[in-house]
C-alpha cells in the first residue's frame, strides 16, 4: 500500500478491477495513490491508446469500473462504473480495509502496431530495485516519461517510497517550457530515453537545469548522447539502465561507457541474464508474473526474451538493435540503430533515423533522415562538408551493406508518447 485517498466513493472499488483514464498524470497519481491494496487490479491506460483498443483491454482485463478526471461520453466505455477523481483527499474508505488486497498492476506495452499487451505485476515487483530504506528528502526528481508508463512508474514510485519530491512532466507544453519548469523546481534528479535528452539538449533551456544524476532508458544509449550529456551536465552523474515493462528493470551502467560489462551475464544474483540466439534474457523478481489473456510471458527456464540484441566485443556487451525492427537490405540484416550510432558520433549531429527505401534495382537501400546542431543549415558548403564526412565515418566502420546510400537533413524527428523515435516498415 502507497498510501493516500482521492477517489469518489472509494469503498465502492473495493476488490474490483478498476481502469484508471485520466487525461493527465496528476489524477493518476491520485487515483494510484488510492487504489493500492483497495482493488484487486489496477490498469494504467497511457494517453496515446487508440480508442479502437479500449474494448479489448476493458474486456482481457475484466474492468469493472472506470476511474476518470472528467465525465466520460465514450461508447467503448459502456459497462463499467464511472467515477471521478477528485483534487483534494477525502476519507472515502475505512483504515481497516486499505490493504486487504494485492494489488495487481497492469501495463501496457507500448508497441506501434496491433493490440498492446497488458503486463501484470505487483508493487513488490516494480519496487524491487527501489532503496526504500534510504529517506531522500533533498531529493527533486522529475522524467519525461509519462507516470503511466513503466519508465515514468519507476520514477513515481521512487519518488513515493523515498520521501523525495516529484516534478511530474505535462505533455501539453513544450520541451523547453518543462525544462524551465523543472529548473524552477530545483529538480536533482531526471529521466528520460535518449531521444528525449536529445530533443533536450537541442533546447537553450538545457541549461535552465543543472541535476546531480541524468538518467536514460527505453532505448539503446550510444557513446555520442552518453558524451553529451556528460558534457551538458558535469558535475552530474550520467547513467544508462536497461528496463522493459516484462522484465523490470535489470541494471544500470554508472561508468560512462555505452553498453555494459560482460560479468552482467550469468551468475546467481537477484538479477540473472543470458544470451540466447543474440538475444538479452532476462530472470528475476522484477518481472512481470504474466499477460493477460493467457500468452506466456517467459520460457520454460522462467526467463523473458527482450528481444533486444546484444553483440559481445571484448570484454563488453552492445546493444545492435531490437530483433524485430531489422530491415532487410538484399537478403541482409541491417539494424538501424547500429547505422545511427556510427552516425550520431560525428560531432555536428545531434539525432538520427535509419530506415528502408524502395529501389527499383535492389528492392531496398538504406537511408538516413539526420538533425544538425543549430547554424551548419545556413550554409550549403558546410552541409555538403558535413555529408561527405558522415558518409566516410560510415564507410570506414560499417559493412557495405550498411553504409546509407540516401542521406536527408532534416530540422527534427518524430518522438512517440513513449519517448521512442518513430520507425516506419519502410518508405517510398
Not at 483498443?53 to 476511474?67: K, M, N
Amino acid at each position: 500500500m502507497i498510501g493516500g485517498s482521492c477517489v469518489e466513493a472509494g469503498a465502492a472499488l473495493l476488490g474490483k478491477s478498476v481502469l484508471i483514464y485520466t487525461s493527465d498524470q496528476f489524477h493518476a497519481a491520485l487515483a494510484m495513490l488510492e487504489l493500492d491494496g483497495v482493488a484487486r487490479r489496477v490498469i494504467l491506460c497511457p494517453p496515446d491508446l487508440p480508442p479502437e483498443h479500449l474494448p479489448h483491454v476493458i474486456s482481457v482485463a475484466e474492468v469493472d469500473a472506470v476511474v476518470a478526471d472528467r465525465p466520460l461520453n465514450l461508447a467503448e466505455l459502456q459497462g463499467p462504473e464511472h467515477f471521478l477523481v477528485r483534487s483534494s483527499p477525502v476519507a472515502s474508505i475505512a483504515a481497516a480495509e486499505v490493504g486487504q488486497f494485492k494489488t495487481e498492476w497492469v501495463l501496457l506495452t507500448s508497441g506501434t502496431t496491433g493490440v498492446p499487451k497488458l503486463v501484470v505485476h505487483t508493487l513488490a515487483s516494480l519496487a524491487g530495485a527501489i532503496p526504500v530504506s534510504m529517506q531522500t528528502s533533498k531529493v527533486v526528481w522529475s522524467t519525461f516519461y509519462d507516470i503511466r508508463r513503466y519508465g515514468g512508474l519507476q520514477i513515481f514510485l521512487r519518488a513515493m517510497l523515498t520521501g523525495a519530491s516529484l516534478a511530474l512532466s505535462d505533455a501539453r507544453e513544450s520541451t523547453s517550457d518543462f525544462l524551465a519548469r523543472a529548473g524552477k523546481r530545483g529538480v536533482t534528479h531526471i529521466s528520460g530515453t535518449p531521444s528525449h535528452w536529445r530533443h533536450a539538449l537541442m533546447s537553450p533551456a538545457a541549461r535552465e537545469i543543472a541535476p546531480e544524476y541524468v538518467r536514460m532508458s527505453g532505448e539503446i544509449a550510444d557513446q555520442a548522447i552518453i558524451n553529451h550529456l556528460q558534457a551538458a551536465y558535469s558535475p552530474g552523474r550520467v547513467a544508462h539502465a536497461f528496463a522493459s515493462t516484462e522484465g523490470g528493470l535489470a541494471f544500470e551502467v554508472n561508468d560512462g561507457l555505452e553498453g555494459f560489462p560482460s560479468g552482467f551475464i550469468g551468475g546467481s544474483g537477484e538479477v540473472e541474464m543470458k544470451v540466447e540466439d543474440g538475444s538479452l534474457r532476462i530472470r528475476s523478481p522484477r518481472i512481470a508474473s504474466r499477460y493477460l489473456g493467457g500468452e506466456s510471458l517467459t520460457d520454460a527456464g522462467g526467463f523473458v526474451d527482450t528481444r533486444d540484441i546484444v553483440e559481445l566485443r571484448g570484454d563488453r556487451y552492445y546493444f545492435t538493435g531490437r530483433r524485430d525492427g531489422v530491415i532487410n537490405i538484399g537478403g541482409m540484416k541491417v539494424h538501424p540503430e547500429e547505422v545511427e550510432a556510427v552516425i550520431n558520433r560525428h560531432p555536428r549531429v545531434r539525432m538520427s533515423l535509419v530506415y528502408t527505401r524502395k529501389n527499383p534495382i535492389m528492392g531496398a537501400i538504406v537511408a538516413a533522415d539526420v538533425v544538425l546542431e543549430p547554424g551548419i543549415e545556413s550554409s550549403k558548403t558546410g552541409l555538403e562538408a558535413v555529408q561527405s564526412e558522415i558518409m566516410r565515418h560510415c564507410r570506414t566502420e560499417l559493412a557495405s551493406h550498411k553504409v546509407p546510400v540516401a542521406l536527408k537533413f532534416v530540422n527534427s524527428l518524430q518522438v512517440a508518447e513513449s519517448g521512442k523515435l518513430i520507425r516506419t516498415p519502410c518508405a517510398t
